[in-house]
């Protein structure tokens, strides 16, 4: 990633200091609200992997080194709140077990991991962290990069050109290898999905914001929009309470066609 910072190796405390500082400067600000460290620096399965392989590890930054910076950066004023992103249950109460050692006030708020009618890895572990230690939920990628709207499973199966997947094609592997289109078992989770969605009179995109917006730990969902329609669609799911039987068909999908897009 040469475009941040001539490509750092790490995110150390160097790295995380004049991050924020470059970030005040380009903002125009006195203080960030919320800084969250975007991905973990020591191995984790990420990004369609799900088994966790001790071979894999490699030396990393010391959570110690990136915590000491951001108490720095809460002491000088510069930032008010942290929180971590693409993180594993492990790495949570670690990092929460450290703040606590360091004295770290406020201590760590929120986590931004993906989370979507596809992608439901955060109940299996990391949501009883975050419900007992009051962190809340950032979910990102709440359409599956779009793909709930169900503009990629088309009549041709194909999709926009100018839709994210189509138009970056070979060039985002992230993306790609965990929204693999390819996938019978995400073609099938999302048949299914746009079946509930005509029987109940709810366009796909709104179905997808909505079940997201309903959990409990949910503090707010990241999306991306392009579209002024995909903005308004966004806000009508703000107004959509999903009824039980609508969650029940949801849990019926998931529970045969689970985490297609982990």
């Known amino acids: 990633m040469t475009w941040i910072r001539g490509g750092p190796e790490a995110i150390d405390s160097r790295n995380i200091t004049e991050a924020i500082d470059s970030s005040l400067r380009r903002l125009g600000v006195d203080y960030i609200d919320l800084y969250q460290i975007h991905w973990p620096d020591r191995y984790v399965p990420m990004f369609g992997e799900t088994e966790y392989d001790p071979s894999c590890q490699y030396a990393s ?4 080194e990136q915590l000491e910076a951001l ?29 606590r050692n360091f004295e770290l ?24 962290c975050c419900h007992h230690e009051r962190i809340s939920l950032l979910a990102y990628s709440p359409m599956a990069m779009g793909i709930l709207s169900g503009k990629y499973h088309s009549s041709d199966d194909s999709g ?12 985002y592997s992230e993306g790609e ?14 048949k299914e999905y746009r079946r509930i969605s005509i029987k109940y009179g709810v366009c796909p995109a709104i179905l997808a914001i909505a079940f ?16 002024l329609r995909q903005l308004q669609e966004v806000l009508e799911a ?25």
């Open 71 to 99: 108490r720095k950066g809460i002491d000088a004023g510069k930032i008010r709140y942290i929180g971590l992103s693409n993180e594993t249950p492990y790495g949570v109460m670690k990092f929460l077990e450290l703040s």
């Open 238 to 262: 703000t107004k959509i309470h999903l009824c039980e039987e609508i969650v029940a068909e949801i849990n019926d999908v998931h529970a045969r066609y689970p985490n297609p897009c982990p």
């Open 105 to 128: 006030r406020p201590k760590i708020l929120t986590v931004q991991n993906s989370y979507n009618l596809l992608c439901r890895n955060f109940d299996a572990g990391l949501a009883e």
């Open 177 to 190: 290898s965990r929204y693999n289109l390819q996938n019978p078992k995400l073609e099938s989770a999302m």
């Open 212 to 227: 997201v917006l309903r959990h409990p730990l949910v503090g707010s969902a990241v999306f991306g929009a392009t579209k």
């Open 160 to 171: 926009l050109p100018d839709a994210r997947m189509n138009l970056f094609k070979g060039r």
């Open 61 to 64: 930054v010391p959570m110690e």
